[in-house]
């Protein structure tokens, strides 16, 4: 490839300040926008429509379409979802990586060890990630073998991060990862996440940080909460969560979460009907500043584990704890509904008395 060539370009200095807010590369970002689409125009006829098929996430450098296709022209039922243009793998990893470099601000070195495993994955399973399973990760992982525990750990820990952080889905936290001694799951204590709160400067963080480790849900279930999501008569929180990986219930949030929160909306704007008015890359990147200032690494991925595992030390049972979390299948809560209601979850959510900042 030849040298760089220098080039301008106007931007809306609102989103340009955001991007330098949020620590990003925007000549960076830019050119990699610019050749994911040059890529795309070159290997596409364009005389032929895209597939309707998704696979992967949806495209962070371009608007959902609106037209409708084909396959939907042939349902008059009105019940058929509009689907997104079927992702190729090459560009599930280029978005992956752009996503981990960016937002995850992890290593280059790193990030390409993690898409080779990844692309192994997806090749050999021939799936969209969403759809991906554990029975398929078992074969993947077998047809690596024989391998070292180094590998077999390098590629969990790829997984675990393309699956937990950027898909977000569940399907790789069953797998432990191989050691000659235990190797627990790390946990944040209270005292640390006392230490990260107290970094906290303004209430929307506070907010953000004590609705994620008092209610287990998802990092993208909560920053897509609206306002018609929060019950605060009962400190009730319903997602609306449609997918076929993930199931979502109702959680709940303690008085702490509640005075941030109201201490907060003063301060939204008005017109945004999100509740916390914030992406998830941008909560992402609160937190990742927050854990350089505290000294204390903590994700929304760690306060969901945290919050779990603290419910656990308070005596809640599992059944329950998977309830809050969004892990109970749709088939459960409809043959026990009386024993999953919102209103016996509240007792015994309140009867727990979480709390992170006594």
Known sequence: MGGKQRV???LDSDIYQR???????????????LLIYI????????????PTVALGRADPFREPAEQTTSSDAESDSGDSQP?????????????????ATTVLDRKMVTVEQHCRYIERLLRHTDSSPQAITEDDIVAYIQSEEPMSNSKHQNILSALRVFFGEFVETDVVE??????TSPSP??????SELQTFYAELNNPKHRTIFLMYATSGLRASELAELTMDDIDEGRQMLTPDTESSTKQS?????NDEAQTAFDAFKSEREVGDDRAFQATKPTINAMFQRNSDNSGVRVTPQMLRRWFASEMTSLGVDSSYIDAFCGRTPD???????????????????????LTVLE
Request: proline fraction near 7%; hydrophobic fraction near 30%; glycine fraction near 4%.
């Open 331 to 353: 088939s459960v809560l409809e043959k026990h509904y009386l024993d999953y209601s919102p209103r016996k979850l509240k007792e015994i959510y309140d009867d727990a008395g």
């Open 174 to 179: 069953s797998f432990s990862l191989p050691s």
């Open 185 to 190: 799951t790390t946990v944040p204590t209270k």
């Open 249 to 253: 219930w109702v959680s709940f949030y």
């Open 8 to 10: 301008n370009i106007s």
């Open 19 to 33: 991007a330098r807010e949020l620590g990003l590369n925007v000549s960076g970002v830019a050119e990699h926008a």
């Open 39 to 50: 890529q795309r125009l070159e290997a596409t006829p364009t005389d032929q429509p895209e």
């Open 83 to 99: 689907q997104s243009p079927a992702r190729s793998v090459d560009e599930i990893l280029d978005e992956y990586e752009t996503y």
